[in-house]
DNA sequence: CTGAAAGCGCTTACAG
DNA sequence: CTGAAAGCGCTTACAG
């Protein structure tokens, strides 16, 4: 705290004031049982006395253990995943480990880039809901980070996967919206590999059970309650007007209510709505909105469980965990 | 490629495939204009072959640089931040830095925490937006990283404060409320220093313009769409019913309007609404919401460039910057 | 423009 | 339970 003039203190410093080898002040704080009780009260005398905080990079160079995962996702705004994130961020802290965030948009180079990044820091996994280019997932299988794909199930995965069939839910979808009587739905499908998925799997089903005619709309990704009124004004201009609008989010979802609404048609009597990943406003909207529920808080669990046993050493089984999803019906369809 | 079997490539790795020493190998990656043109393209040619990906853990030990910047808030759900945050994230990649993300809560504890695990990684700066205790602000001001407070602009900042006056904003908020004839405003507010101190530079301006009596509610941080049904029928039970709603986000705000309408009101002639933070949303809603836009791209650029300097070695000024806001009168009041 | 070498601050077998 | 020492993979004066 005085003689070392400015700079840090380093483990040196502390062991010096605490009367032990460096050694032994790096197994206490790593690992505090196994020095002597007398031992770790000076030393923790001396962490307060010099103020110490460790320097991980020297640590995670030492050890080859970063305890930093990397979380890439496509946006912050008007995000689906936030509330995974935001849980999966929460545990992360809680096992002592922080987050690298990447901001990949839709595009795969960004997502390669920063699984470099990630790399170079040597993080000790690597959280990832975007499509990935070849080259890439060849850079994460030849890693020790565990690679993990969240929110999707893709074929193989180089790593471990925890989501859903996201063509299943779009089956599901239909099939609700058969059971429910509605004849004309009008799809609004995000720009992107998974929004695709449940729309194909939407029109497979619909097919399959002798659906009628359909129409669609494609939406920029993400799909944003700002997008409504286009998707809304041009759905008004088709022959055949829907009588449900399916889309891709809950905000987007919100936004078409709103555009109904303020053209005058009552909903879901005159036209019906479902969202997608039932967020906070789907259950507060007026009316209350269908949709889909995924568990995010079990993806960020299950995630953080093999990012765990993956750093104890256990080795990762190549696999998919899938969570599932549950449509749940409220008010708008 | 080959005879390392299994590990990591290193600098020594591509200096001998490219008959170079690692200096000269390290020079190239820091700052290519260095080394002789040919010399560059052979280690070029060596870093793909060898498939080289630094390791800034040791990179940054060198140095003592971590291209890391910590970007530490409250919320991701509901953030009123995320889009500068997503801005900021956007820049700090392009300057070749790299997040870690922090998620406080509204616990000063947790930041405490975050701000020590940010400088064990010895991050080359801190981007706050909570509020922190004493000994963090020392811990802070001792350390060597830059310190950065975001969306507000305390009194006698430890780093650098880049934001507006709340206080102010809720002054010309009760003014515009003033010059649109409302004379029964019912004021909502999260629980926080910075919505709080909005709200009393609403109230000081109302009073002192002589405006009658106002009629108030606290809600949990941060506000939400959810919130509204709670607020609104609270609100209906009053003795004297308001004639203008402000909110402390535009998400509650879109929440109101939603269930004002439900209610059978018409905003804003029977009830108007005013929102805060100029959301996706607020320009979009039916009606279009009346709220406070604050410059998040420019908070974003202006963290970004002091950030830039600071790891420049330009001695950075312990200084604010007050980026404004301005209120956008829209339909809803 | 380039190299040899010291040093950044930890961790971790290895011994005792 | 603890210490001495090597090593993690870079960067950067210092020389040339």
Redesign the pocket.
Known sequence: MNELNG??????DV?LQA????????????NP????????ERIRAAITATG????L???G?????SKMVAVLIPHLVDSMFNATIETMVAELSAAGMNVMLGLTGISTTRTSELIRAALSRRVDAIISTGPLDAETVELARRSPALFLQVWELPEDPPGLAVGFSHRDAGRDIARFVLSRGYRHPHLVTADGTRARLRRDGFVEEWQAQGGGALTETTVAIPSTFGQARRVFSEMRRLDQQPDIVVCGSDSLAQGIIVEAQAAGLRVPDQLAVMGFGNSAIAGEMRPTITTVDIDGARIAREAIAAIRSHSAGVPSEHRSIDVGFRLIARESA
Chains 1, 2 share one sequence.
Request: hydrophobic content about 50%; proline content about 5%; glycine content about 6%.
């Open positions: 700079r840090n203190p380093t483990l040196d062991a009367g032990v080898s460096s050694a032994t002040v790096s197994r206490f704080i790593n049982a196994v020095v002597a009780a007398a031992t770790a110490y905080i460790p320097n990079l020297a640590g160079l030492a050890s080859s253990k």
